[in-house]
């Protein structure tokens, strides 16, 4: 069983199009976030949900939006991509104080 | 503003060597820490999780350290082993239910 789980693994598209991540976790945890590894392999927050509310919101573009319509899912949906949006994106969940459980990834690639 | 640093970047060793991964964060009011890999094109597995109040955990081969204090932990590897070859990454969360602040990870290949 994927505790984590993200779709799709790779995504490859043009510059302006619009594109979604759906991510679901299978653990019961009340938060979930959004992390982007950039080309040199640099982890760092993007949003973080508890229980459905944002509670997070680091200093990312409006063109990416963040939906939860329930507690085990996150959706990261962008808007007018850009070739600097090219990176890989990870939905992770925890529990308050217990370990953080990441997906596998999303290689987004824009041309 | 948390900031976590890991030592060295890379390392490279021969199989069998025990070794010391080296993570550092600036502040010390943490709830806990977390050690990840992470093998090439792939998601982040989960080692130890080290809460504030313990000092160390132990997985298999594999002990993790905490001094809170000095703001120092340690990733110890025993007999390393050519599968431990991956990107090891620290991470603490700025507070409780926070998200978590990574460290740029130490690249370890162990050579057969």
């Known amino acids: 069983d994927t505790a984590v789980s993200q779709t799709p693994k790779y995504l490859v598209t043009q510059m302006g199009n619009d594109k979604s991540i759906k991510c679901e976790q299978n653990?019961?945890?009340?938060?979930m976030y959004w992390y982007k590894q950039d080309s040199k392999k640099f982890l760092k927050i993007m949003f973080s949900?508890?229980?459905?509310?944002?509670?997070i919101n680091e200093t990312v573009p409006n063109r990416f939006s963040p939906k939860s319509p329930d507690k085990a899912h996150l959706n990261l949906h962008i808007n007018s991509l850009e070739l600097g949006d090219s990176a890989v994106y990870f939905c992770?969940?925890?529990?308050?104080?217990?370990?953080?459980?990441f997906g596998q990834g999303t290689r987004l690639t824009v041309v | 503003k948390q900031e976590v640093t890991q030592i060295p970047a890379a390392l490279s060793v021969p199989e069998g060597e025990n070794l010391v991964l080296n993570c550092s964060f600036t502040?010390?009011?943490?709830?806990?820490l977390q050690w990840f890999r992470q093998d090439p094109g792939k998601g982040l597995t989960s080692l130890l999780l080290?809460?504030?109040?313990?000092r160390e955990q132990t997985s298999g081969r594999l002990n993790a350290s905490l001094d809170k204090s000095s703001g120092r932990s340690t990733l110890y590897i025993a007999a390393s082993q050519p599968g431990d070859s991956a990107t090891y990454l620290c991470a603490v969360p700025y507070s409780g239910n926070t998200p978590l602040v990574f460290g740029k990870g130490t690249r370890l290949s162990v050579i057969a």
């Open positions: 992770a969940s925890s529990q308050v104080n217990t370990e953080a459980f």
């Open positions: 949900y508890n229980n459905k509310e944002l509670i």
């Open positions: 080290i809460q504030s109040s313990q």
């Open positions: 653990l019961g945890h009340d938060t």
């Open positions: 502040d010390s009011a943490i709830y806990n």
